[in-house]
């Protein structure tokens, strides 16, 4: 999943182990800003209910993907934001693709252009000039306002 999407409830926000209810907050997305510690719409914006996506819209805004195995470590696919690098790796089972699936309901399989999207070690991966990563970049946040 996007991690600029999904909400945290304000007990986990505010350090508490337990559920109290609403009100939910945006997630963080801790690697938007490459290094683990990006705040929620601090300068990347996160998602946390379909109001707030308005750039990039639903219809190109990213939820789920492929994951290349490699990078299975937990339910996010971590992306930077700042800096062309593959924290996590895009999934390239699909003939050198990967299906997307968007905020508006919609899913793809979209095609890596870029032989470096096809990741084969385990660690970030400087893409410099990646047309896969800024693809991937276009869908996955925006700066805040």
């Avoid at 690697?31 to 510690?37: E, Q």
């Avoid at 992306?79 to 699909?94: L, Q, R, S, Y």
């Amino acid at each position: 999943m996007n991690g600029a999407v999904g909400t945290v409830c304000v007990s986990f926000k505010n350090g508490g182990g337990g559920h109290s209810g609403p009100p939910l907050y945006p997630v963080d997305g801790p690697w938007l800003d490459n290094t683990h510690s990006h705040r929620a719409n601090q300068p990347w914006r996160t998602y946390g209910k379909t109001s707030e996506m308005v750039a990039p819209t639903p219809g190109k805004l990213l939820v789920l993907m492929d994951e290349n195995t490699l990078g299975l470590n937990d339910a996010t696919f971590s992306f930077g934001m700042n800096t062309a690098v593959w924290i996590d790796f895009p999934g390239v089972t699909h003939e050198m693709g990967c299906s997307l699936a968007f905020a508006d309901g919609h899913a793809e399989i979209h095609k890596w252009v870029d032989v470096r999207t096809r990741v084969t070690q385990a660690n970030q991966n400087p893409v410099p000039g990646s047309l896969d990563w800024r693809w991937l970049a276009d869908r996955t946040s925006a700066r805040a306002q």
